[in-house]
């Protein structure tokens, strides 16, 4: 599990005093976003000294060149591959259940369709979405219009900087903000936590709910199939879902029979 420290700290390149804020760390690098909708996914390797600010040992043309990337591309995590054990007091019945889809990490748009963040935390009520410029949004999930590949929100860009925040509020859960510099997939510590956790092919498609886990291998069950496929498929883990590496093919030629 990560430590969170870099998170929320500017950041500073050789030749630039500012180039934005650190917005998600994994254990192998940092996410930045700056102030003109710029997004670089910078290896930790990169970082040349820390104290109030993160400084990057590059000038800033070298830091676009290398690890500028897509404001609107999935966010990196960093999910640990260990601590796999089998699930106990299994009730099948309650896989054929539908559970609800986290919304934690999810690229954000309104209604003209610009992408205006990423959502970092997802409470019972509002969705805490970080974007460009240090604007973060905590914003009602009654203002959600429909939820796919992106959320989007029933509303135009005027109208949601209503809902801008100090991004160094506290959560709307009271938590401090520095609890968002690990992210929810960090946190999980004992997968054994994953059984009855919803699974998504990398094509995305509802691949079930997992039932047991072994040493090498998970089972997932979807309505009445069970298969059983190698730890090796899963890429990550976003909020209430484990992702798949592989389509959702790969996946039914390993039906238990």
């Keep these: 599990m990560t430590s969170g420290k870099y998170f929320n700290r500017g950041v500073m390149a050789l030749d630039a005093p500012y180039i934005g804020h650190v917005i998600r760390e994994t254990a192998d690098k940092i996410v930045i976003f700056g102030e003109r909708n710029e997004r670089y996914d910078i290896p930790k390797s990169e970082i040349q000294m820390t104290g109030r600010n993160v400084l990057i040992g590059l000038k800033v043309d070298e830091i676009a060149k290398k690890y500028k990337v897509k404001h609107d591309e999935s966010l990196p995590t960093t999910v640990p591959l260990e601590h796999w054990t089998q699930g106990e007091n299994l009730d099948l019945a309650t896989y054929e259940r539908k559970y609800p889809k986290s919304l934690f990490n999810k690229g954000v748009r309104v209604l003209n369709e610009d992408h205006v963040g990423h959502i970092m935390k997802d409470t019972d009520d509002k969705i805490v979405i970080f974007g460009s410029y ?28 209503k809902y ?43 691949m079930g709910n997992i039932i047991a886990i072994e040493k090498d291998s998970l089972f997932l069950m979807t309505g009445r199939h069970v298969f059983k496929i190698p730890k090796s498929f899963v890429e990550g883990f976003n909020g209430a879902e484990v992702l798949l590496s592989v389509p959702a093919t790969e996946v039914f030629r390993l039906e238990l029979t």
């Design 134 to 161: 240090g604007y973060r949004f905590d914003v009602p999930k009654s203002k959600i219009k429909e939820v796919g590949r992106n959320v989007i929100l029933n509303m135009d860009f005027n109208e949601l900087m």
């Design 164 to 206: 801008k925040v100090d991004r160094n509020e506290p959560l709307p859960t009271g938590e401090p903000i520095e609890n968002l510099g690990i992210g929810e997939a960090e946190m999980i510590q004992n997968w054994d936590r994953l059984v009855l956790k919803g699974v998504r092919s990398s094509d995305n498609d509802d």
